[in-house]
């Protein structure tokens, strides 16, 4: 039996898509999704495809009934223009002759049927009025804060802004990073789901001594090797992701995958096991500064001496990557205060999509 077809510009992806997606597969059993960005959106086509496959795999679509594939289009966004709906006809109609068969259009659109009749196809139109998710694309650009709680998992991965605290030991960094969160949760609203993400290497260092007690050696007679600081890399983004996917729309994370690699250059030498990681234009650092803070031991620490120098090397590398940041000094309410500003800073910029399409 051919597919069903549904084709759209999914910026972002949301709870309607899916549910657009799943009326299409008991239609047809099969759907063919064409994703379509205009080539400066902020947005790209393969990131908004792979967050909508992730939304749809999360609600029980299984993968092997979606053909989910993405492309570019300069044609401007006017669907009631005959000579724009053409244009948009004979892209989607190019990108078809790479996907299974397909017979029918399916849409939430009030001109389905005509645009299925211009491209060779039957219709079925779903939800119209959209009443079983009260939203489209266009309201969730307009404020994508207040209908976070209508994105799937892999679109909240895709748009959520990572809020990376980071610093030398006993720099107050733990303590911000949960300031922070306590001060976003209070706003309300979708706010409320602001996740935490502790420092696995802690974890890990506990453990280390837990070790070396068992044995009867000193406290830090189990060495570090490149093995343990892969584990922290790994579980440190499978925390992130998790936390991210469950979460509002800014994550507080106690250090990351880009921290976790300094922290290896410290026990182990320049080299480190793994690449640094990819830039991301939704994640902000924010180095915690010693100054005024007293060094605090609590069994694990070890860097009294090296606070200004890892201060140092944590700004230094955030320069060379070009990773946008803030120092934070002085108490912890003043901190909490020049980061909440940073943070909805970021938040308008990085929600603001540009192209209402």
């Known amino acids: 039996m051919p597919a069903a077809l549904i084709t759209g510009t999914f910026n972002p992806p949301h709870m309607g898509h899916v549910k657009l997606i ?30 909508l496959a992730q939304d749809c795999i999360a609600e029980g679509v299984t993968e092997s009934n979606m053909t989910i594939v993405h492309g570019y289009e300069s044609t ?10 053409q244009s948009n006809a ?13 017979d029918m259009l399916v ?4 001109n389905g049927e005509s645009f299925a009749n211009m491209l060779g196809l039957h219709h079925f139109s779903f939800d119209i009025d959209r009443t079983q998710v009260p939203v489209s694309s266009t309201q969730i650009r307009a404020d994508l804060v207040g209908n976070w709680h209508l994105l799937g998992p892999g679109s909240r991965e895709l748009l959520s802004i990572r809020a990376v605290f980071v610093g030398a030991e006993s720099t107050g960094t733990t303590t911000t990073t949960l300031a922070v969160q306590a001060a976003l949760i209070a706003r309300g609203a979708n706010f409320r789901q602001t996740n935490w993400i502790r ?16 044995m009867g050696l000193s406290e830090y007679a189990v060495p570090w090797t490149p093995t343990d600081f892969v584990e922290i890399a790994v579980v440190q983004q499978q925390l992130e992701d998790v936390a ?23 026990y ?15 994640r902000i650092y924010f180095v915690t500064q010693p100054e005024g803070v007293p060094f605090v031991q609590d069994k694990i620490r070890d860097s009294e001496n090296l606070r200004e120098s890892m201060t140092e090397e944590f700004e230094d590398e955030l320069i060379s990557t070009g990773r946008a940041w803030a120092a934070l000094d002085g108490s912890v309410e003043t901190r909490v205060e020049l980061a ?8 308008a910029q990085a929600f603001d999509f540009h192209i209402a399409q």
């Open 90 to 102: 004979r892209v989607i109609q190019a990108h078809l002759r790479h996907t299974p068969p397909v």
């Open 268 to 282: 182990l030498g320049a080299k480190t096991s793994l690449p640094m990681p990819a830039n991301s234009q939704n």
């Open 340 to 347: 909440l500003a940073a943070i909805d800073v970021a938040i």
């Open 199 to 214: 420092e696995y290497g802690r974890d890990l260092t506990m453990r280390k001594k837990e070790q070396a007690e068992a």
């Open 244 to 266: 991210a996917r469950t979460g509002g729309p800014v994550v507080c994370c106690d250090t990351d995958v880009f921290a976790t690699l300094i922290w290896e250059r410290r």
């Open 22 to 51: 799943k009326a299409a597969i008991e239609k047809r059993d099969h759907v063919v999704v064409i994703v379509l960005a205009q080539p400066h959106d902020r947005v790209s086509a393969p990131d908004r495809a792979k967050a």
């Open 107 to 110: 849409t939430s659109e009030a």
């Open 76 to 85: 401007p966004y006017e669907p009631e223009n005959p000579a724009v709906a």
